[in-house]
Structures are given as structure tokens and as C-alpha cells.
């Protein structure tokens, strides 16, 4: 199975910048999308962003123009940098993969905790 492992996260003041990584236990250059999902306390798990083997992005309406994500095949790992961080993206963050217009595939981990305080 494909392990993930998902790191970077932190505790920041409101307008700073965190760099989150997912690390995955074998080759991401066959994956046709990886993600970077969140959930916040209460709250359903929630489709951050998306990027495709062919570097195609895809963000939700509350991260545009500020989170940017990435893949580095040669690390196996993708990225996902936050910028102008708001305490409304306080949450954990995980990450998975997933055929195009598929369901998750990989069992999800225990995410990477991201608070921003006001």
C-alpha cells in the first residue's frame, strides 16, 4: 500500500507562511492526482488543492492566491506553501492520491497539525 506521511505544520501568527510536505513511500510519477485535504475541529474533511502527474492545479475558492502546491518526483514528495495564513485555515492537513475524478486511494494518515492565531 501507499504510505503518506505528512510534515510541516506548526504554529503561526495571522499573515505568516508555513511549507507543508508529503512524503510518499514509493514512486509519485505514475500518481494522476495528489491532494492536500484539511480538516478543522467539527468540520468534514475539506479539498485543498490538487495537482495532476501533468502539473495541472486546482485550489478551493478560500486558498486561491495564496497557497501554492507542488510535486518533486525525484523526492517522491509534494508540497503545499501557504502564505497570508488566517485563522480560518487553522486545521490538520493530510494529504492522499487518487485516479482523475477518483476516490482516495491511499489510507489516510494522521496529518500535520496547521494553527494561526489572530
Known amino acids: 500500500q501507499v504510505q503518506l506521511v505528512e510534515s510541516g505544520g506548526g504554529l503561526v501568527q495571522a499573515g505568516g507562511s508555513l511549507r507543508l510536505s508529503c512524503a510518499s513511500s514509493?514512486?509519485?510519477?505514475?500518481?494522476?492526482?495528489m491532494d492536500w485535504y484539511r480538516q478543522a475541529p467539527g468540520k468534514q474533511r475539506e479539498l485543498v488543492a490538487s495537482?495532476?502527474?501533468?502539473?495541472?492545479?486546482n485550489y478551493v475558492n478560500s486558498v486561491k492566491g495564496r497557497f501554492t502546491i507542488s510535486r518533486d518526483n525525484a523526492k517522491n514528495t509534494i508540497y503545499l506553501q501557504m502564505n497570508s495564513l488566517r485563522p480560518k485555515d487553522t486545521a490538520v492537513y493530510f494529504c492522499?492520491?487518487?485516479?482523475?475524478?477518483?476516490?482516495?486511494?491511499?489510507?489516510w494518515g494522521q496529518g500535520t497539525q496547521v494553527t494561526v492565531s489572530s
Open positions: 492522499n492520491v487518487r485516479r482523475y475524478f477518483g476516490p482516495a486511494l491511499a489510507y
Open positions: 514509493t514512486s509519485i510519477s505514475t500518481f494522476d492526482t
Open positions: 495537482i495532476t502527474s501533468g502539473g495541472s492545479t
